[in-house]
């Protein structure tokens, strides 16, 4: 949409567009940002955050940078079965808010929502680093934290998977993973993601050291004999050091040594099971 009034072109901060007609004008998406990026600077300035409700969820008009957290309502159940958004989602997501945090709220009917449920539901977001809500059917009432019987029983999935999905986050997700992955069965899809900067001098996040990736096995058979490469200079992995892997979400989380190489070997992995590696030097 092009707002052609002479006012808005004279006060606009933005550079001129023309319609389909050739009349010149200020395109609407610009004057939507103007004013979010006021009451983005107001709020800042305030020391508190902006949020942005239902974005990169449907295609609109969504301003990367406005906002400090970002999320959406979402609904996983059709017919009383799981059904999760794509990976494309999840990684579009992911991509368009960067390291901050992105939430969603899931309105569904609990009665038929299992805990297998929401062992996925946690899996999944973990896998992104997105952080899971839990709300109702109607956006209203039956509310998931009001049924005692409901949490509790879900409480052990909390304890095991909401405690790495801080740590990812606190690390910080980057878009290059400089790591890749490979297992015996070729066409095994994996979700590789990787959080922190690791360990090179040109570190963006100030801190001492930190280094996380999130692996997920997307196929419906478990995965066997797969091989994590990383980029030992790129992460900063220095040679003739001695550097530590270990699985910090998975009951049965392993330990290892990482090979000279780079590489992380993984016996097994389950289905649609969530890995968080945490690669830290030996001591």
Same mark, same amino acid.
């Given at each position: 949409?092009?707002?052609l009034r002479a006012t808005s072109l004279r006060t606009s901060a933005h550079p001129p567009v023309f319609d389909v007609e050739g009349n010149v004008g200020v395109l609407f998406a610009q004057s939507l940002f103007s004013f979010l990026k006021i009451v983005s600077d107001t709020v800042r300035g305030r020391g508190q955050y902006l949020f942005g409700n239902a974005l990169w969820d449907i295609p609109q008009l969504s301003f990367p940078g406005i906002f400090d957290v970002s999320g959406t309502e979402t609904g996983w159940q059709i017919d009383g079965e799981f059904h999760p958004p794509t990976p494309k989602q999840h990684r579009f997501k992911r991509a368009m808010t960067a390291a901050q945090p992105y939430l969603y709220l899931m309105d569904t009917d609990w009665n038929t929502w299992t805990s297998g449920d929401t062992d996925q539901y946690l899996q999944i977001c973990l896998a992104y680093g997105l952080w899971p809500g839990f709300f109702s059917a109607d956006a209203a009432s /039956? =509310?998931?934290? =009001?049924?005692a019987s409901m949490y509790n029983r879900d409480r052990p999935l909390f304890q095991?998977?909401?405690p790495p999905l801080r740590r990812i986050n606190a690390a910080g997700w980057r878009p290059l993973t400089f790591a890749k992955v490979s297992s015996t069965a070729a066409t095994t899809p994996f979700q590789l993601e990787r959080w922190?900067?690791?360990f090179a001098a040109n570190r963006t996040d100030g801190s001492s050291g930190e280094l996380f990736f999130t692996l997920r096995c997307l196929? =419906? /058979?478990p995965s066997t004999n797969v091989m !994590? =490469?990383? +980029?030992r200079e790129e992460l900063g992995i220095a040679a003739g050091a001695k550097y530590m892997v270990d699985e910090i979400a998975q009951t049965a989380g392993a330990s290892g040594e990482l090979a000279e190489d780079g590489v992380v070997k !993984? +016996?097994?992995i389950a289905a649609n099971a969530t890995l968080v590696l945490q690669v830290k030097r030996a001591h």
């Open positions: 949409m092009v707002n /039956a =509310t998931y934290f =009001t049924n095991q998977f909401i922190g900067d690791g196929g =419906t /058979a !994590l =490469t990383l +980029d !993984l +016996d097994h």
